[in-house]
């Protein structure tokens, strides 16, 4: 969620999670305007709950909770005295997850339950738009979809492994001119782009 927990070490334009911060993001509405503010860029509490279906009341609460976590901030440039405009603070969220294994806090245990399955919410409702709306998007798109598992025996640090390689990738294509239309040096190539989303799960499966 840059809206997603990555692995490794953070860049600077990502917060890493901490048992204070973590337990300030754990909140369904939290998580979610947080990736908003970080997918389409700066809106105010009104603009939220319409994009999100929620009350005005709840956005401006919760971002004002985010905000006092460090996750988002007020935009001076387009604030007025009547309606605040709020941006991320960050580009994403690095969550160790590993780090928080067996916590003596319960508090901690339940937000790092509640953060997982928010996030997993997320990536299947993000799935289920694109299935729902697949046939509106030009065939050059449909062609490019993948929706794809594989079962694997590794060993914990195979596992790791292969979870840095593919990171890489994604880096590497995130890095590249024509995946950022600002960036990019051919506009034919910067038209075309889109934003698009990359879902990675790993996990042990019991072999019964």
Do not use: C
Request: overall charge negative; charged content about 25%.
């Amino acid at each position: 969620m840059p809206d997603e927990p990555t692995a490794g070490a953070p860049d600077p334009g990502v917060i890493s999670l901490d048992p204070r911060t973590l337990r300030g993001l754990a909140h369904p509405l939290r998580i979610r305007l947080l990736a908003a503010l970080r997918e389409y860029g700066p809106a105010t509490a009104s603009g939220l709950a319409a994009r999100l279906g929620e009350s005005s009341g709840a956005t401006s609460y919760h971002l004002r909770q985010l905000a006092a976590y460090g996750f988002v901030e007020e935009d001076p440039g387009r604030g007025t005295a009547r309606e605040r405009w709020w941006k991320a603070a960050h580009s994403g969220t690095h969550f160790d997850a590993a780090g928080f294994l067996g916590h003596a806090d319960p508090e901690v245990r339940a937000a790092i339950g509640l953060f997982g399955r928010e996030v997993a919410s997320v990536h299947a409702a993000e799935l289920e738009t694109w299935l729902a709306t697949v046939g509106d998007w030009p065939e050059e798109w449909r062609r490019s979809f993948d929706l794809s598992d594989f079962a694997l025996r590794l060993t914990p640090a195979g596992a790791r492994a292969l979870r840095e390689e593919l990171h890489a990738v994604v880096e590497r294509y995130r890095t590249q001119a024509g995946a950022d239309p600002e960036n990019a040096g051919d506009t034919a190539e910067a038209e075309e782009a889109e934003h698009v989303r990359v879902h990675l799960h790993t996990f042990p499966r019991a072999a019964d």
